[in-house]
T-cell receptor, first 116, second 117 residues
């Protein structure tokens, strides 16, 4: 079975500062992918970044980077230079190769608030 | 902008109404999904279509009826819903259902906000 844990229900950060959103996962499958999604209050679920279990380097996409520590089973999202528009719910998710039809497992989410 | 398009954005329906949610993608993806999301919760998988065939039905009540007319379209037909069915309904797609690369990222639409009165 796969499990995603996000222990921070809410996070606050000042504009232009960096913030780290925590995510730990549990799976016995050696092949898996980790995803982060952003969901503003409008509802759209926006894909941010992907990390494969065999990737040697941490993924980066613009201001987003994924701090992947395989031995610790953590996949934290780092947002640099926060902007007011970053205020949203952030979900960590995982798909394992052995999952039924590539089922995506979500954490409970972290509500990020960026203040001026 | 999302490449998964959902209509309508908002829907209010009575418990005796019949309505449909529509989803379209033009990324050539062969897997499409319906998720239901309640406030402050993660999305919950409802249905998975792979190559236009229903592959997963997560014990969803029969008042929700999915349909995949072709590889680009996915509908969710609604009939005799209950107020507790009010939620955000998200459509999503991916290259296929096989896991293993970023190419199989699941992309979501903007969602349809459903209110049952």
């Amino acid at each position: 079975a796969q499990k995603i844990t996000q222990t921070q229900p809410g996070m606050f950060v000042q504009e232009k500062e960096a913030v780290t959103l925590d995510c730990t996962y549990d799976t016995s499958d050696p092949s898996y992918g980790l995803f982060w999604y952003k969901q503003p209050s409008s509802g759209e679920m926006i894909f941010l970044i992907y990390q494969g279990s065999y990737d040697q380097q941490n993924a980066t996409e613009g201001r987003y980077s994924l701090n992947f520590q395989k031995a610790r089973k953590s996949a934290n999202l780092v947002i640099s230079a926060s902007q007011l528009g970053d205020s949203a719910m952030y979900f960590c998710a995982m798909r394992a190769r052995g999952s039924t039809l590539g089922r995506l497992y979500f954490g409970r989410g972290t509500q990020l608030t960026v203040w001026p | 902008d999302t490449e998964v398009t959902q209509t309508p954005k908002h829907l209010v329906m009575g418990m005796t109404n019949k309505k449909s949610l529509k989803c379209e993608q033009h990324m050539g993806h062969r897997a499409m999904y319906w998720y239901k999301q309640k406030a402050k919760k993660p999305p919950e998988l409802m249905f998975v279509y792979s190559y236009e065939k229903l592959s997963i039905n997560e014990s969803v009540p029969s008042r929700f009826s999915p349909e995949c007319p072709n590889s680009s379209l996915l509908n969710l037909h609604l009939h005799a819903l209950q107020p507790e069915d009010s939620a955000l309904y998200l459509c999503a797609s991916s290259q296929d259902v096989v896991t293993g690369s970023s190419g199989n990222t699941i992309y979501f639409g903007e969602g349809s906000w459903l209110t049952v009165v």
